[in-house]
């Protein structure tokens, strides 16, 4: 039987297309650069959205909704951010169709709207326009709210999960009476944004500020937590932004602090999305397809019985039965497959692909002795253990996995992480696929000669990076720290 | 001091706004007939989401996401269906704006999309394209997709929540190898609603079907739930369609049955939306605001402290740090009130109008006499209640307000439910806010003869309906069964 997923090695990128395409998490559209997400790779974002949703709760934030449309004047209101956002968009021109002479639909031209609506990149000008409303005083702040939706940027090269004209997201909007509290937050937001990659997509993170030229169009500093994939490549998971007074400024949007003076509000704004769900993949998977920590697996532990006839599945699932019922008690994602048109062959093979974290199968001698079999998908071990105590060895395990996710991926990072003093260096780190820490003189001409040249930008700026005298590897001049190069998604 | 709301009886129309927008669920957007969904509102949406998820899981779907936008030539093939949805919609034509001379932005001609996209009014057609791939055979049957999302039907007049250009809704879309299994899951699905609207929302509801003439663009039948808002009128708050093969002929959709034979699949859809929070406002609010039921209410028990200096407040927070916790382990959403920005005053009146069932106040004297003021919002009465056994007082208390809250509006539905045998009389009890029961004759042409001469329509023919010898209210010619008129939102 030939193999289902293209090595790694043979050929990266069709390695991770298979791993999409065949683990059933999202599919191509007939819409050119949209994607379909199939149930599989939903329920992993149903997953992210219910722990990073517990998370902005925890932290004060709620949720609301604000239109999908934004008139296209809008974006003429923040000079820097119209230049980022809206000239790759969808745009809406009519609001009717006809029946055409010859049977088909065309466009009415009757229908012609007043201003073009811009179909939503991004709702800072949306948000900071309804907000005028909604801030009077000193005690209407702070405003954090957060809208989970969907978002378009036309793409002409698009990438499943990780670059697509429609994508799903959250995007936090949050308003401040002060500076020191707009950066507070920002950075707060990274943090949440930098513990859940950690603790539930066991991805390391590096936590840093971009330069200015890689900041998000409208901000005063753009923080971001950066991965890195299995190909040596970084990809950015996860940005918040300070985004100063502009967009109050933009959309006049002032309120009465406690000594009745009018100030503008500070504003943040940060997300993450959809393109997750290709980090996670990108960081564990195997050449057997997926591999899923298991605290964002739809599926923690999949049950499959072998049989030959109705009844030893019916001794099996007896068996079975309880044991499931205690998992699901101790809050264990499980399932009983006895789908009778798939064989236990083909169960294999499919769960495999899927990266359930923990597989059990059990047959009738299994029965007999007590037993079953227990295969563990992130390091392909398979063992015998007895049914005795199961539960408390498989909660044991997944915890395991998760921890062990991690660190492989940290150890990998390690491996894949060096400082360049020379351009040659430099260069040869890069290709090779690696985070390469060097000196940069902090000019953003020479941050774009290094692109041009070199395909790589500067990833970020760590957070509380060491100070040290060095001398810019591509320019030679002065420079007081090290940051971040790498190829990037 | 003024009234906030405006009485029920002096402006229906009103009324319900002013509660819309006072009680911070929703406001009206810079952009034409879309909508804001505030925190307020956005919460109730989320509980009525997790509730609703939770039962279409049970029910053995799972969640999925496909595209935004729709090809147009799709809206052709099903041709009841475009003549349905495809007229007032959103049109993308362009995919980038530039610069102008004078320093705008414009659309970029030379960005001509070839075909225009459709923003979704509903999903079938890009569904049952994209389910072409994914069924081969009776292995992949049935397939129980729901999804979550936006879409937009061009609307001119529009009422928050009850009909704007976007809305927010949930969209199961089914595929089966027989008839049978389709047209029950369409009336599972239905039965889901029904004990959703009647368990969660308090609102009884009819099961029907509607007319030929009210049905979905492309069902073969549609199944509705149809429930009586305040002012007697109806309000169709969800509905379930068994859609024959009509869209897997339009997309060429088989699969090889077991003996290996080629048949055309066969389909449901089904949904709910956003106007089920206009369908609550108009069950049970009344003019001091909403009223919520227990079990959607973001916040279902409210406690203020009454105090005057910090010190007291300290002791008031003492004892509600206990009962707070109490609470929350009884899974009961409660907020402690402490912001010294706003009076007890406001908040009272704050609160009230958001509709949260109890309001718990205490103060100083409370403690001395260990007991608590308790508001009971439905009803408007305050009692003095002892601070020992409070949770299960409040449990019990939140219990009987959701039952009562049913109740409530089953007797106002029975008050307004008539039967009528003479045109006069059908025409007077219309106007009178009333579901009218009347013999029809089984033809369009009457039904809209009807509509055009007193605006109201059949809202659905009853599941189970008594068969009963009667001639048309209308004709005069024989029926068979009584069925429900209304005017209706």
């Known amino acids: 039987m030939s193999k289902v997923i293209t090595p790694k090695d043979k050929d990266y990128s069709q390695w991770y297309n298979d ?48 239109p999908l449309f934004i008139p296209k004047s809008f974006f003429a209101k923040e000079a820097a951010h119209v230049e980022g956002f809206a000239k790759e968009c969808a745009v809406v021109t009519h609001y009717r169709l006809k029946n055409s002479p010859d049977g088909g639909l065309v466009v009415d031209e009757d229908a012609k709207l007043e201003e073009e609506l811009i179909v939503r990149p991004t709702s800072e000008t949306i948000i900071w326009n309804t907000y005028k ?34 994508f799903l997201w959250q995007e936090g909007h949050t308003a401040h009476a002060t500076r020191q509290e707009a950066v507070e937050e920002a950075e707060r937001m990274l943090n949440v944004y930098a513990d859940f990659a950690e603790k539930f997509m066991s991805v390391p993170v590096i936590k840093g500020t971009k330069t200015a030229s890689e900041r998000f169009a409208g901000a005063l500093e753009t923080y971001c937590i950066e991965a890195m994939m299995l190909d040596g490549k970084a990809l ?9 007074q502009n967009f109050a400024k933009a959309f006049d949007v002032k309120f009465l602090n406690k000594e009745g003076k009018s100030e503008l509000v500070w504003a943040t704004s940060w997300g993450v999305s959809t393109r997750l769900i290709g980090a996670l993949i990108m960081s564990h998977s195997d050449d057997e397809g997926l591999v899923l920590p298991p605290l964002l697996a739809p599926i923690q532990v999949v049950i499959i019985p072998v049989f030959r006839d109705e009844e030893q599945l019916g001794k099996i699932t007896e068996v079975v039965s309880v044991l ?36 059990i199968a059990i047959g009738p001698r299994d ?35 998760q921890h062990d996710l991690f660190k492989k991926a940290e150890t990998f990072r390690t491996d894949h992480s060096h400082k360049a003093d020379t351009y040659a260096e430099f260069k040869e780190l890069l290709d090779k696929g690696n985070f390469v820490w060097a000196h940069w003189d902090g000019t953003s001409e020479t941050e774009e000669k290094i692109k041009e040249e070199t395909k790589a930008t500067i990833r970020c700026i760590p957070l509380n990076n060491k100070l040290e005298e060095g001398k810019c590897v591509y320019s030679g001049k002065p420079s007081t720290q090290r940051v971040i190069f790498a190829k990037a998604y």
């Open 133 to 166: 409303g909604w801030i009077q005083s000193y005690r209407d702040l702070p405003l954090l709210i957060n809208q989970w939706a969907n978002v378009v940027r036309w793409e002409m090269r698009t990438r499943l999960f990780l670059r697509t004209a429609e």
């Open 324 to 359: 499931k019922k205690n998992l699901v008690a101790d809050g264990i994602r499980t399932k009983y497959d006895t789908d009778d048109n798939r064989s236990p062959g083909w169960k294999f093979a499919e769960y495999e692909l899927k990266g359930v974290p923990v597989r």
């Open 19 to 66: 791993i999409v395409i065949k683990a059933g998490l999202a599919d191509h559209s007939a819409v050119k650069g949209c994607m379909v997400i199939k149930p599989y790779g939903y329920a992993i974002w149903e997953r992210m959205q219910a722990v990073l949703d517990g998370m902005f709760k925890e932290t004060g934030h709620v949720n609301a909704y604000f």
């Open 236 to 244: 950015q998971a996860g940005t918040s932004h300070f985004l100063g």
């Open 367 to 401: 029965l007999e002795k007590g037993t079953v079999e227990i295969y563990r998908r992130d390091k392909r071990e398979k063992q015998f253990v007895p049914m005795e105590g199961l539960e408390a060895y498989i909660k044991k395990m997944l915890e395991e996995i």
